[in-house]
């Protein structure tokens, strides 16, 4: 292969910024969690309620699979379902029966739903109402670990600047990569790709049966065909061989090393993920894990060695 330029590639740096409003909205979160909720019999529903209601959704006559609940607590006025379901339980009595139609945008955030027309069925259990504890240092020591709401805002701050780090730095990585891959000449050899083709669609089944879903159901909710499915993962597979090679002709270039001592952190920490001792996981370990392990070490030390050297606008 021939490895394209991997040294002072451009991007865009990364905001990190957390806003007051972003950890305003976390606290609030929790505070609607530990609301305590008042049963209303004397009047309709009206908003800031909260209506505990069963619906099924039925789309051309048909039930839509997955999108029927029972006793599903809806806060009116969150906006959390399609607009204009929240306004119809607006003025309904507990016990009432009633069917809400449904035009769902094509920009709609659950695919299988886009741009289509359906009716809920409505039965409206419960009216509740909440009742929120005042965002202050005895809500903190209520509910956190923290004896100031202070404290807890703080950490809060933290874990939000935390996650956008993370988010970025998976960015920055498939962008810096795109770059490389793009200035690289990377033969690709069909068994290799038909074997980590395999290996992607095998986790992908896997994981659908963890979920309790079949591969039927998943392709009627992202509106796929398998085939499409499996482009998709031969795709995935081509990149994996390419971002791989890539690495591993900078670790050659660089001399990039991977010591005993990365080695075994990188172990202890495993088998702490999964509560073992030290020596106990090791002896689990075969050969062929233990090189997975170091490999992986070296492409993680040489994506970072990238991203070092890249200039950031």
Not at 103 to 130: D, H, K, M, Q
Not at 230 to 241: C, L, T
């Amino acid at each position: 292969m021939k490895l394209g330029n991997y040294m002072g590639l451009r991007v865009q740096r990364p905001d990190l910024t957390v806003t007051e409003a972003q950890v305003d909205k976390v606290l609030k979160k929790e505070q609607r969690k530990n609301a305590v909720v008042y049963n209303i019999d004397d009047r309709p529903a009206d908003w800031g309620d909260q209506a505990v209601i069963d619906f099924v959704l039925r789309c051309d006559g048909k039930a839509v699979p997955n999108r029927k609940r029972h006793n599903y607590p809806l806060l009116l006025g969150s906006h959390t379902f399609v607009k204009g379901f929240e306004e119809a339980i607006i003025g309904h009595h507990t016990g009432d029966v009633f069917e809400v139609a449904a035009t769902f945008p094509l920009n709609y955030r659950i695919s299988e739903l886009s741009g289509r027309v359906g009716v809920f069925r409505v039965r409206l259990n419960a009216i509740r109402l909440p009742e929120y504890q005042a965002l202050d240092d005895d809500f903190a020591r209520d509910f956190s670990d923290f004896d100031t709401l202070e404290e807890w805002r703080s950490e809060i701050r933290e874990e939000l600047k935390e996650r956008r780090q993370i988010s970025a730095n998976e960015k920055l990585s498939r962008e810096l990569l795109d770059q490389i891959i793009a200035d690289s000449r990377i033969p690709i050899d069909r068994r290799l790709k038909n074997d980590v083709f395999e290996s992607l669609y095998e986790d992908f089944l896997f994981e659908l049966e963890e979920n309790g879903m079949s591969l039927e159901n998943y392709c009627k909710r992202s509106r796929q065909t398998p085939k499409q499915i499996r482009s998709q993962k031969m795709e995935e597979a081509v990149r994996v061989i390419q971002s791989e090679s890539v690495l591993h002709a900078i670790i050659e270039q660089e001399h990039i090393p991977v010591s005993a001592e990365e080695i075994h952190e990188e172990i202890a920490a495993l088998a702490e993920e999964e509560g073992e001792d030290y020596d106990t996981f090791t002896q689990m370990l075969g050969e062929e894990e233990m090189d997975s392990i170091a490999d992986q070490l070296g492409l993680e030390k040489a994506l970072q060695f990238v991203m070092e050297h890249a200039i950031y606008e």
